[in-house]
């Protein structure tokens, strides 16, 4: 699979803008970028993902590199909910069907 | 719609004993997951069912876990004997049609196991 890269960790006050960065040099044409993120004890939670094109959604925006070497999930206006570890995963379409999670960015917020 | 949900949420089993984990999908969907969790090395797959039919067993797993679906709104996942190394959050997830390019998935809160 290929790998991501993402800071250990971020911080932000609550109300703020947080642009989250995930590095994917290696990605392939056919892998899409999903995010998830997760508190303790809960499961991974869905926000979002993309192929090529900017998206968004309620959750965040994702911004995808026009060579889709890198990509970053934009959270507006953050509130304590958002606290959580946030991960940036490669999926291939077709053949192999797991997620692959890595360590992660832990974002804090601030009051 | 109720998400996905997973019994018991805390499990504590001494060393060789059988513990059974359970998981109901979202209702609807087609597609079941279980996966383990550590810190040490994150998110594995256990076991994928597509329709009920198992899809990918988790290669290193095939040993002593054991994962069946014995009908769509209802899976089990068997760990027998446990062992210490064991101990780690277990997580069920479905999805409605994972093979589309778009879909998600939806995790349940999972179950933390301790083997003492």
């Known amino acids: 699979d290929a790998k991501t890269t993402q800071p250990d960790s971020m911080e932000s006050t609550e109300g703020e803008t947080v642009h989250l960065p995930c590095s994917h040099a290696t990605i392939?044409?056919?892998e899409y970028i999903y995010w998830y993120r997760q508190v303790p004890l809960q499961g991974p939670e869905y926000v979002t993902h993309g192929l090529q094109q900017n998206t968004t959604n309620s959750m965040a925006f994702l911004a995808i590199a026009s060579d889709r070497k890198s990509s970053t999930l934009i959270l507006t206006h953050v509130s304590l909910r958002d606290a959580a570890v946030y991960h940036c995963?490669?999926?291939a379409t077709g053949g192999n069907n797991k997620l692959t999670f890595g360590q992660g960015t832990v974002l804090s917020v601030i009051p | 719609d109720a998400g996905v949900t997973q019994t018991p949420r805390h499990e504590v089993a001494e060393k060789g004993q059988t513990i059974i984990l359970k998981c109901e999908p979202v209702s609807g969907h087609n597609d079941l997951f279980w996966y383990r969790q550590t810190k040490i090395q994150g998110l594995e797959l256990l076991s994928y069912f597509r329709s009920k039919s198992l899809m990918e067993d988790g290669g290193?797993?095939?040993d002593r876990f054991k994962a069946e679906m014995l009908n769509s709104s209802f899976s089990t996942l068997k760990i027998?004997?446990?062992e210490p190394k064991d101990s780690a959050v277990y997580l069920c997830a479905s999805s409605r049609d994972w093979?589309?390019?778009y879909a998600e998935q939806f995790f349940g809160p999972g179950t933390r196991l301790t083997v003492l």
């Open chain 1, 89 to 91: 995963i490669l999926r």
């Open chain 2, 60 to 62: 290193a797993f095939k």
């Open chain 1, 28 to 30: 392939s044409g056919n």
């Open chain 2, 99 to 101: 093979g589309i390019n």
């Open chain 2, 80 to 82: 027998q004997p446990t």
